[in-house]
């Protein structure tokens, strides 16, 4: 078990050095950033051109902010009002760093998801969800039958819905988009 900065340290910032990297060369790669926590120490910690590297990754579409919280919270056990302040507390630093607002959440930790997430994933603006672990035979039938993509809907059933995907690569990419990244080279 690491401590968070042991994590950033030792693993985050590692992965931004190498993707930023990349990206600089390639203007065609891209990533996905979720955890605001991490982005800022990256951010305040960053030589001014990095930053103006990463403002241009955002503002070319290379770099996508997707969920935007200042952590990734957990579902189950999580009170709306600890949820609405740490994806407040991301997001205001998201727009005031960036001028970006995330529009799609990102939810892979979590066990289980809630319709109240996306109730409040959509209440602030969102309008998509990718989510990751959910109960292996549901996943398993809902793979079978072609039905990773669903319609989260709220208690209030008709306000609220949010467009969800289950993620088929568990904790992974696309095999075949791996393999393209390694034949461009």
Request: aromatic letters at 14%; glycine letters at 4%; zero cysteines.
């Amino acid at each position: 078990v690491k401590t968070i900065d042991e994590y950033y340290t030792q693993e985050v910032k590692n992965v931004y050095n190498r993707v930023f990297a990349a990206m600089k060369q390639d203007s065609k790669r891209k990533f996905v950033a979720v955890e605001m926590a991490f982005v800022s120490r990256y951010w305040y910690e960053a030589n001014e051109s990095l930053k103006q590297d990463i403002l241009n990754f955002i503002q070319n579409g290379q770099l996508e902010i997707l969920n935007g919280g200042w952590v990734m919270n957990d579902e189950a056990a999580a009170y709306y009002e600890d949820i609405v302040d740490q994806m407040t507390i991301g997001h205001r630093f998201s727009k005031e760093t960036f001028n970006y607002v995330p529009k799609a959440g990102w939810q892979i930790d979590p066990f289980g998801h809630s319709n109240s997430q996306a109730l409040l994933y959509s209440q602030m603006g969102m309008d998509s969800w990718f989510i990751e672990r959910m109960d292996y035979e549901d996943f398993e039938t809902r793979k079978r039958n072609k039905a990773l993509d669903i319609v989260m809907k709220s208690q209030e059933k008709t306000k609220f819905p949010m467009f969800t995907h289950l993620n088929i690569y568990k904790y992974g990419m696309d095999p075949a988009r791996l393999l393209v990244d390694r034949i461009r080279k």
